[in-house]
């Protein structure tokens, strides 16, 4: 091994240490690595930078922004509001009829504002209609998950291997390219959790339940207590239209193929300070930097890996495991592989490691990329056997007072059943 490959093996190696044992924050710890790199002459100057520019970086800050607009302008409330007088009308099947439509709006926005705010209005429609809680809340989470999974923007995962497959040769994805395997697995996975999840979780259903932990320490999560987050805000109606106008307009633009989604993004993000829907402070406030920071950072680390020829060594390894076998086989390792990751480490650090390696082992194989990125954008999503997988797991693990077993319990075997639905679905619509 180089020097350099050694350096990148050692930094990776303490990056991923340091996520496990989570007492400093991701952002901080992808950043130290990044600073080390940096200082070592692993990459360059130019290269860091490039990584803080990057299309996927512009992308999610500009989105944070339309969002903020969205939820400032009181529109977010406002469907919350709908969507709990319909679930009084309803019962039971309108609280998951409401979680269905929380989960359409999470295949264009981010997750973790949405349960934020869609968390505390499930807990009290549920008690209001003398239901457990803990029934709906671990499903509110996953369904954003997996709905975050249909299209490109729909999780900061899918636009950072985009970015990184692009760094390594490959041709961006559309929009809404990843639909046709993303949307089998959160049709699948919603029946599961519709149908199987209430059953699993009955025995726990218990009165006075309390939170099991404190658990707003985590560092990896950087989310505390749901309920201070959830400010209600009166409905602001002409800005709602307009933010939500351009909102639409950047998705529209950027499936049409007329710029890619960073572009329209950023442009719509623009036009709303241009427009005082946000105010440039306002802008600024909605950009979560812990997240673009933490994917910058993980992303200098990639470049790292691709510069010293680190990836192209672990790709040898993994190819020498797959020697022999079909294609599909190395496709469901490949996905088994970075399903494991994803339950230990951040989504960022998964799709840093294993995108340029699936790049490498489908040219080993003398097939089509497409299908091996496609499963590393699902996998790296699937977390769901565990409460610290995912930033909404960490929401709902504190409010539903869950217990660690719940979340394998009910996730593991989603784990399994949408691994398949992805599998089938990547071999039909991304042939090799």
Not at 214 to 221: G, K, P, V, Y
Not at 346 to 351: C, E, G, I, K
Request: glycine share 8%; proline share 5%.
């Amino acid at each position: 091994m180089t020097l350099d490959q050694v350096l990148t093996l050692l930094v990776l190696g303490g990056v991923v240490a340091m996520l496990i044992w989570d007492r400093l924050r991701a952002d901080v710890v992808a950043l130290t690595g990044a600073a080390i790199l940096l200082m070592t002459g692993v990459v360059r100057p130019s290269e860091v930078q490039g990584a803080f520019a990057s299309p996927a970086i512009i992308a999610l800050a500009s989105l944070f922004v339309i969002a903020y607009a969205l939820e400032l302008s009181g529109l977010l409330d406002r469907a919350i509001s709908l969507g709990v007088a319909l679930c009084q009308r309803m019962g039971a099947k309108g609280i998951w009829l409401l979680l269905s439509m929380i989960g359409g709006v999470s295949c264009f926005l981010n997750s973790t504002p949405i349960v934020v705010l869609g968390a505390p209005v499930i807990r009290d429609v549920a008690n209001a209609l003398r239901l457990s809680p803990k029934r709906y809340l671990m499903p509110l989470s996953y369904i954003t998950v997996l709905t975050g999974c249909c299209t490109l923007i729909g999780t900061s995962t899918n636009l950072l291997v985009d970015d990184m497959a692009r760094i390594a040769g490959q041709p961006r994805f559309g929009m809404f390219e990843i639909t046709p395997v993303g949307l089998p697995m959160a049709l699948v996975g919603g029946l599961y959790l519709f149908l199987i999840s209430g059953r699993l979780l009955k025995h726990e259903d218990r009165e006075g339940d309390a939170p099991p932990v404190d658990i707003t320490h985590i560092a990896s999560a950087q989310v505390g207590d749901a309920s201070l987050f959830a400010e209600k805000r009166p409905l602001k109606l002409r800005k709602a239209l307009t933010a939500l106008a351009v909102f639409v307009g950047a998705i529209a633009l950027a499936a049409l193929n007329v710029a890619p989604i960073a572009a329209t993004a950023f442009a719509g993000a623009v036009l709303l300070i241009l427009l005082r829907v946000i105010s440039a402070d306002e802008a600024y406030s909605g950009l979560k930097p812990e997240i673009l920071i933490l994917i910058a950072g993980m992303v200098v680390i990639g470049i790292a890996m691709e510069e010293s020829g680190l990836a192209d060594a672990a790709s040898r390894l993994l190819i020498a495991g797959v020697h022999g076998l079909s294609p599909l086989v190395a496709l469901i390792v490949l996905y088994l592989v970075t399903m494991v990751l994803t339950e230990l480490l951040s989504n960022a650090t998964v799709a840093v490691l294993v995108t340029p390696v699936a790049v490498a082992l489908a040219e080993s194989l003398a097939v089509s990329p497409r299908p091996f990125l496609v499963a590393v954008m699902m996998a790296a999503s699937a977390a769901f056997a565990t409460p610290f997988g995912y930033q909404t797991n960490v929401i709902v693990y504190q409010m539903g007072g869950y217990r660690y077993m719940d979340f394998v319990r009910v996730g593991l075997p989603l784990n399994l059943i949408t691994c398949t639905a992805a599998i089938v679905a990547i071999q039909f619509f991304f042939p090799f």
